[in-house]
């Protein structure tokens, strides 16, 4: 499928999921809209939008919303051009706010320059919790950068590729026994250990692990 074809395929898809009768503005014609990033989950930002800037939403598959200091319609990243291209959009149960699930591009959604307009606890940077896996890639590219030599994952990287290879071999085998053996539980921490050394060799290779999400995206369609 041509980009051009995704892209009205989406547009199209979009119009469809939310009625705009259906949804209950407040008395100044708002809804909330919580904006997530579509591969992590990481929540990036929370604007207003009234009719005309979901509409417009709906319409274009890129963010729209109603500034209340301006009095008047901003297009995300207009000017700074950290679009959001809307990936799905939905509604809650009392159909009075909105979830939107975009591609964000130069992964900064703040204005500050932050990714997160959400990034601050007790007055310091602290970026808000993303899926487990992306958390636990952190925390291992963390421990790259700032190395410590009571630290396990520390080791691995020391070890370089011999080392952390070796052992995604060695967890691979056991992810394999333990299926045969069909134990829930084993299943479960036997995987999570391949996961975590892939994790460790996705770092030491400069992968992000967005880049692995976006593939995984790609096969869905």
């Known amino acids: 499928m041509l980009s051009s074809e995704i892209k009205a395929f989406e547009t199209k898809t979009l119009n469809k999921t939310i009625p705009l009768d259906q949804i209950h503005y407040d008395e100044k014609g708002l809804v909330p809209s919580i904006v997530q990033d579509y591969l992590d ?26 500034s209340r200091s301006r009095k008047e319609l901003w ?47 007790d007055g310091k940077i602290n970026p808000p919790p993303a899926d487990t896996l992306s958390q636990v890639f952190q925390v291992i590219c963390d421990r790259r950068d700032n190395p410590s030599e009571d630290s396990y994952t520390c080791k ?11 052992k995604i071999g060695e967890e691979s085998a056991e992810v394999v026994m333990a299926f045969k053996d069909d134990e829930p539980d084993e299943i479960a921490g036997e995987v999570a250990d391949l996961l975590y050394h892939t994790l460790v060799a996705l770092a030491h290779h400069q992968v992000d692990i967005k880049a692995v999400y976006r593939k995984l995206q790609e096969r869905r369609k």
């Open 75 to 121: 297009h995300k990243g207009e000017t700074s051009g950290h679009l959001q291209k809307v990936k799905s959009m939905r509604y809650d149960c009392d159909s009075d706010a909105l979830l939107v699930s975009v591609e964000q591009v130069g992964d900064i959604a703040c204005h500050t320059g932050e990714r997160s307009c959400f990034h601050q606890v």
């Open 156 to 166: 691995l990287f020391k070890g370089g590729d011999n080392k952390i290879l070796k």
């Open 41 to 66: 989950g990481t929540v990036l930002m929370m604007a207003w939008m009234n009719r005309e800037s979901l509409e417009k939403t709906l319409e274009t598959g890129e963010t729209w919303f109603w």
